[in-house]
C-alpha cells in the first residue's frame, strides 16, 4: 500500500466564460476538490494502486465531500484524522495558457491541526509528502516527524515540494527546512519553477548545480517536470534522461504535477522499484518508461478542467 499524506482542501475555480459574457461581473466560481496530496492520492486510486491517504479533515460539508470523492475510487480513508474546523480554501485564477495561480484562506482549518499518527499500518511500501502541509504549522512538524520516522524504519519515501510562495513567510528558512528533509527523501520530484525558486535563481547553470547537490544529499533520483515539454530525471550516477510531454489541447493545468506523483509511483510499482536501492538500478528503457507513462497521465488531465487524473482504463 502507498500512503499519502497531507492536505486536502476545497480548490475554488473561476467557471469558463467568455469576456464578453461576463462583462464587469465577478467571476462565478465552482468549488472542486483538491490539495496536492489529496490529489496524488486520488490518481493512485484511479490508476488501481492500493492507496492510504493520511492527513486531518474538516467534518463540514466540504470535509464529507473530500473524503467521499477518495472513497468513490478506492482510497483508504481509516488514516485521516476529523476536526470541527473549517475545510481550507484556496482560489484559483487561471493564465490564458492555462497555468493556474492560487490565492489560500488557511487561519484556523482542520487540515493543519494533523498530528503525528502513532504508526502506518504493516506493508506500506512508500510514503508521499508534499505541498502546503510542509509549510503550516503546526501540522508541518508532524508531516516532518512523520516523513523522518518512516524513512527510518525503511519505507520508501517521495516528496514533491510543489512550492507555494504566499503561503512562505521565510524564503530562506524554508530553503534551509527543505536541505534538512532530503537526506530522508528515496525520490525527490519538483517542477522546473519549484528548482528555480529552491536554488533562487533563474540561471540554469546554477539550477543544474543545486539537482545535484540535493542528488547527492539523499534521494536515489530527481524527477523534474518541465510543462509542455516533458518530463527529466537525473540519477545517482549523474547522467539524465528525458521524455517530451503528450501534445493536448490544455483547459488548465490543475492537478498535473500531483497526477505526475501518482504515475511515477504507480509505474514505479510496476518495476519493483519502491526502494532507493531498486531505484538506483533502474534501466534507462525502464526509466523511460516511467517518465513517459507520466507524461501521458499529466496530458489527460491537463486536457480537462480541474484536477481530474486519469483512470487506469484511459492509459492502456
Request: charged fraction near 20%.
Amino acid at each position: 500500500m502507498i500512503v499519502v499524506a497531507g492536505e486536502a482542501l476545497i480548490d475554488l475555480v473561476p467557471e469558463r466564460t467568455s469576456s464578453a459574457a461576463a462583462g464587469d461581473r465577478l467571476p462565478a466560481l465552482r468549488p472542486a476538490r483538491g490539495g496536492g496530496p489529496y490529489n496524488t492520492a486520488l490518481a493512485l486510486g484511479r490508476l488501481g494502486s492500493p492507496t492510504a491517504f493520511c492527513s486531518r479533515v474538516s467534518t463540514d460539508g466540504f470535509g464529507e465531500a473530500l473524503l467521499e470523492g477518495l472513497r468513490k475510487d478506492g482510497v483508504d480513508t481509516a488514516l485521516v484524522q476529523r476536526g470541527q474546523e473549517p475545510t481550507t480554501l484556496a482560489v484559483a485564477s487561471i493564465g490564458t495558457d492555462g497555468s493556474a495561480g492560487y490565492g489560500f484562506y488557511v487561519q484556523g482549518t482542520a487540515d493543519r491541526l494533523f498530528a503525528l499518527p502513532p504508526s502506518l499500518p504493516e506493508g506500506v511500501s512508500a510514503l508521499s509528502l508534499g505541498t502546503c502541509s510542509l509549510v503550516l504549522e503546526p501540522g508541518a512538524s508532524a508531516y516532518e516527524a512523520l516523513l523522518r520516522r518512516e524513512a527510518a524504519r525503511g519505507v520508501f519515501t517521495t516528496l514533491d515540494p510543489n512550492i507555494r510562495t504566499g503561503l512562505i513567510p521565510d524564503a530562506d528558512a524554508y530553503r534551509a527546512r527543505f536541505q534538512g528533509w532530503l537526506p530522508h527523501v528515496g525520490l525527490l520530484k519538483l517542477s522546473i519553477e519549484d528548482a528555480r525558486w529552491l536554488a533562487d535563481s533563474e540561471d540554469a547553470e546554477d539550477v543544474e548545480t543545486a539537482v545535484g547537490q540535493w542528488l547527492a544529499a539523499g534521494p536515489a533520483a530527481v524527477v523534474l517536470t518541465h510543462g509542455g515539454e516533458g518530463l527529466s530525471v537525473r540519477r545517482q550516477d549523474g547522467s539524465v534522461l528525458s521524455v517530451p510531454g503528450e501534445r493536448v489541447d490544455i483547459v488548465d493545468t490543475i492537478g498535473a504535477g500531483d497526477t505526475v506523483n501518482a504515475a511515477l509511483l504507480h509505474r514505479l510499482a510496476g518495476h519493483q522499484a519502491l526502494s532507493a536501492p531498486a531505484l538506483a538500478k533502474l534501466d534507462e528503457a525502464a526509466w523511460l518508461d516511467v517518465l513517459g507513462f507520466a507524461a501521458r497521465a499529466a496530458a489527460i488531465t491537463c486536457s480537462r478542467a480541474g484536477a481530474e487524473p486519469p483512470y487506469a482504463s484511459e492509459l492502456a
